[in-house]
DNA sequence: CCGATTTGACCACC
DNA sequence: GGTGGTCAAATCGG
C-alpha cells in the first residue's frame, strides 16, 4: 500500500542517499589515498587522515541506519533498501546493520513472566543491541520502568524497562539501562528483543527533518557503540525512554528539562551531537540529582 | 482517576 | 546460596 512517503519525507531519504553516497565515495578516496601514502613513506608524521577516516566513518554509519530506520518505519521503497545496502561500507566500519522489522520478536523466550502460577522466564538470550552514551537519549519509544538493582558487576544501579504496550500491543521489547561511568557519566543501554508495537514513535522525535536538529539527531549514532545494530526498534531513532535512568531514578520532568539546558554541555564535552531539548530522556528524581551534580562540575 | 514509578519479594539460573 | 530479572502492591503525580 502506501510505499509512497510524504513529500517532505521522500526529499529527505533522497538527501540522505545522496548523502550517503557521497560519504561512501569520500571513504573510498580516503582508504585509497591512505594505501598510496603507506606504500609511500611508512611511518612517517602525523596525519590527520585516521581522525577524517574515522569520522567518514561515523558519517557513513549514520547515513546508512538512518536511511534504514526511515525504510523499515515507512515501509519504504525497495530502491531505498537497495541504494542503503549497495555500497554500504558499514559492516566493515562496526556500524551495526540495522534489523528489519520482520526479524523483530522472534525470540518469543526473551520474557516469559508467569506463565501459571508464579513461573518466572529469565531471558536467555543475547540482546539485539547496546548503546552506551554519555546521556540518556531518547528513542521515540515509550517505556515503562518495571524494576532497577543493584549488581555486583557494577556500582551503579540498573534499571529494567519494558515497551509500555506489552500488554496492549504484545510488544516484547525491553531494555536495561545502567551507568557504567561517572567521569564522565556513560550510561549503557542493552535492548532485548524488538519493538512490534504500532508507532510508538515519539513525533518530537521526526519532525523538522531538515532543522539542523533533526540533522544532530540523525547523525548521532556511536560508531563503536553500535547505535543500532539491529535496532530494536526498528522505528525509532535512538535509544531512549520514556525516562532513562540510571541510578536511582526518576522524575523525568524536571531532568527533561535539565537536560535541555544541559545540552550545550554535552555537546560540548561529550561531543555528541543531538537535540537534547528534544529528545532529552528523561530521568528519574534521582537521577536528576546525578545530573545536578554535573552541571555543578560544569558551572551550572 | 489512571498511568507511571518505586521497591521489596519472588523466582530462575549458575 | 548468590546474583540478576521480573512481578506486583504501594505510591506518586498529572
New binding site residues.
Given amino acids: 500500500m502506501e510505499n509512497q512517503l510524504p513529500n517532505g519525507k521522500k526529499a529527505m531519504e533522497e538527501e540522505l542517499i545522496k548523502g550517503h553516497g557521497m560519504a561512501n565515495q569520500l571513504l573510498e578516496v580516503l582508504v585509497q589515498d591512505k594505501l598510496n601514502t603507506h606504500l609511500e613513506e611508512e611511518g612517517s608524521s602525523k596525519s590527520v587522515l585516521p581522525f577524517v577516516e574515522d569520522l567518514v566513518r561515523k558519517v557513513l554509519c549514520s547515513f546508512t541506519n538512518t536511511l534504514l530506520i526511515l525504510n523499515s518505519n515507512n515501509d519504504v521503497s525497495n530502491e531505498v533498501a537497495a541504494s542503503i545496502t549497495l555500497r554500504d561500507v558499514s559492516s566493515s566500519i562496526n556500524c551495526p546493520k540495522l534489523q528489519s522489522v520482520d526479524e523483530t520478536c522472534k525470540s518469543p523466550n526473551?520474557?516469559n513472566?508467569?506463565s501459571g502460577s508464579?513461573?518466572?522466564?529469565?531471558?536467555?538470550i543475547a540482546p539485539t543491541w547496546k548503546k552506551d552514551s554519555s546521556i540518556l537519549i531518547e528513542d521515540g519509544y515509550?517505556?515503562?520502568?518495571?524494576?532497577?538493582?543493584?549488581?555486583?558487576?557494577s556500582k551503579y544501579l540498573?534499571s529494567?524497562y519494558?515497551c509500555?504496550h506489552k500488554n496492549d500491543q504484545g510488544c516484547q521489547a525491553?531494555k536495561?539501562v545502567q551507568r557504567i561511568q561517572d567521569n564522565p557519566p556513560l550510561y549503557r543501554t542493552t535492548y532485548y528483543s524488538h519493538h512490534t508495537c504500532k508507532s510508538p514513535m515519539n513525533p518530537e522525535i521526526i519532525v523538522e527533518p531538515f532543522s539542523p536538529s533533526a540533522s544532530s539527531i540523525l547523525l548521532s549514532f556511536d560508531n563503536n557503540l553500535q547505535s543500532k545494530q539491529e535496532n530494536p526498534f526498528s522505528s525509532s531513532i535512538l535509544a531512549s525512554t520514556?525516562?532513562e535512568?540510571q541510578e536511582?531514578?526518576?522524575?523525568?520532568?524536571s531532568a527533561q528539562n535539565k537536560l535541555s539546558t544541559f545540552e550545550n554541555l554535552l555537546f560540548y564535552d561529550y561531543d555528541i551531537p543531538f537535540d537534547y531539548s528534544r529528545n532529552a530522556t528523561?530521568l528519574?528524581?534521582?537521577e536528576a540529582v546525578q545530573f545536578e551534580n554535573v552541571y555543578e562540575q560544569y558551572g551550572f
Fill in positions: 526473551i520474557l513472566p508467569k508464579g513461573c518466572y522466564k529469565r531471558k536467555s515509550t517505556w515503562r520502568k518495571y524494576g532497577q538493582k543493584m549488581t555486583s558487576q540498573r529494567y519494558r509500555t525491553i536495561q520514556k525516562h535512568p536511582v531514578i526518576h522524575n523525568e520532568h528523561l528519574s528524581s534521582t
